[in-house]
Structures are given as structure tokens and as C-alpha cells.
């Protein structure tokens, strides 16, 4: 059973940059497409960003265009997301995931079968 643990998050200055890790452990990602989602306070859970499982392509959230950027290294059963940046609204706890097959497309949350337990991100002004 793969677990996914986040890590990374905590509370930066508006205009700050931190870099989130999702490490899994219990079996290989490697094959895995995974993803970053967030959900604010009192909202739903939203896509942030994804990336297929060679990390040949990568899809972003319009919000967060050109100042996320996820990465992988499976060499490390790692992934990554770099904020740059940060904005207030940006403050969610943030989500990794993980999927076997495109499924419903990325950006969806039903395609991703493991998740992790999130970490929080707060921007502060």
C-alpha cells in the first residue's frame, strides 16, 4: 500500500517562496501520474498542478501559472512543488496524489487513487 506524506509547508511571507515534497513510501510511484491539490479554509479541494508519470508533461491551475512549478525524481519516489511568489491566496493546506491511469484527466480529483494527509501553506502579509 503506498503512503504519501507531504511536507514543506508553514508560513511565509506574501511574495516568499517555499518548495512542498510529497514522499511515498510502501512501493514505487514511479509509474504513477500524481498531482497537487489545495482546499482553503471553508472551500473546496481544488487542482493546483500535475505531472505525468516521466515527467514529460505538467498541467497548472490558471492561479498559479508561472509561479508553481512541480517537478519529480523517481529516483527518490519524490515529487515536488516550488512556489514562488506566494500570495494570501495561495493559503490552503496542500495535498499530494497519485494515479495509476489518466483516468478522468489529471486536474480531476476521482482519477487519483493514493493521497496524502496534507501540509498547511499560510501566507502572511
Known amino acids: 500500500q503506498v503512503q504519501l506524506v507531504e511536507s514543506g509547508g508553514g508560513l511565509v511571507q506574501a511574495g516568499g517562496s517555499l518548495r512542498l515534497s510529497c514522499a511515498a513510501s510502501g512501493g514505487s510511484v514511479s509509474q504513477c501520474h500524481m498531482g497537487w491539490f489545495r482546499q482553503a479554509a471553508g472551500k473546496e479541494r481544488e487542482f493546483v498542478a500535475a505531472?505525468?508519470?516521466?515527467?514529460?508533461?505538467?498541467y497548472y491551475a490558471d492561479s498559479v501559472k508561472g509561479r508553481f512549478t512541480i517537478s519529480r525524481d523517481n529516483a527518490k519516489n519524490t515529487m515536488y512543488l516550488q512556489i514562488n511568489n506566494l500570495k494570501s491566496e495561495d493559503t490552503a493546506v496542500y495535498y499530494c496524489?497519485?494515479?495509476?491511469?489518466?483516468?478522468?484527466?489529471?486536474?480531476?480529483?476521482?482519477?487519483?487513487?493514493?493521497w496524502g494527509q496534507g501540509t498547511q501553506v499560510t501566507a502572511s502579509s
Open positions: 496524489a497519485a494515479a495509476f491511469r489518466l483516468g478522468y484527466g489529471l486536474r480531476r480529483e476521482a482519477t487519483y487513487t493514493y
Open positions: 505531472i505525468t508519470w516521466s515527467g514529460g508533461s505538467t
